[in-house]
């Protein structure tokens, strides 16, 4: 009766160690999986404030319900598609924070994701961590802006203009007609980018501009009318009447 006992505790024991190795084989199987998303806010790394939304990764097709998780406790239950659950970290303390999610099927089964981590900042945090990114960033942009103003003032000085005409060589940039003296010059590479185009100097009136590609065309145009500035002016015809001022003047020269 005593060894009977005992065989049964061991069985039991057996079959209890059987069901937590599948428990925990199920879970590692697990066919979902979830992602926090930063909608609109703060952000560096795990480290969030703001609008975020949690999002189920898998088969949404066969799901029926969605239980969010954070720290343990439920968020929301959704039993719709997408299973998507947005909230704001401000209603929640600071901190860090872990999230998973219950996940049923249609066939009855029942799974539960990976956990995945982040750290909750309140808006004051995050103020101070955009400052702390954004001013040493700020400072760089506007040194190297200095930089370029320089460097493009010194290239482009404006020089004595030349007697000879020289036609203009442009860079891979291609070149730009100014929109002061309309001569064509080849865009620079120290050129400031902007959205709608290139804050660079005119090498020929020194205006500080916005330029874009010019066609092909256009630059032609441009160089024809800047040729015609080197051409020597016709010389002076000697007019009419003072032609005959001359030959009246010849009357009176003494002959030798």
Partial sequence: MKKNWLVGVIGALALLGL??????????????????RRDF????????????????????AQV???????????????????????????????????????????????YETAPISANFLTADQAQTDTKAILLPILGITAVAILISFGAQALMTRKSKTSAVYQKVVYGALGGAVCKRCGKPFSRSILGINIVVGKLERCPHCGKWQITTRASTQTLAEAEAELE????????????????KDLLDDSRYTDKL
């Fill in 19 to 36: 069901l937590g190795i599948q428990a925990v084989s199920a879970q590692a199987e697990s066919p979902f999986s979830i992602s926090l």
């Fill in 41 to 60: 806010g703060y952000g560096n790394g795990t480290s969030l404030q703001g609008r975020l939304s949690l999002h189920l990764k898998g088969d949404s």
């Fill in 64 to 110: 029926t319900r969605v239980d969010y998780l954070m720290d343990g406790k439920s968020m929301g239950v959704l039993t719709a598609e997408p299973f998507s659950l947005a909230f704001n970290t401000d209603d929640y303390p600071a901190g860090g924070h872990q999230f998973k999610a219950r996940v049923e099927t249609k066939d009855g089964k029942s």
């Fill in 228 to 243: 015609k500035q080197y051409q020597p002016a016709p010389a002076a015809q000697v007019g009419a009447q003072e032609t």
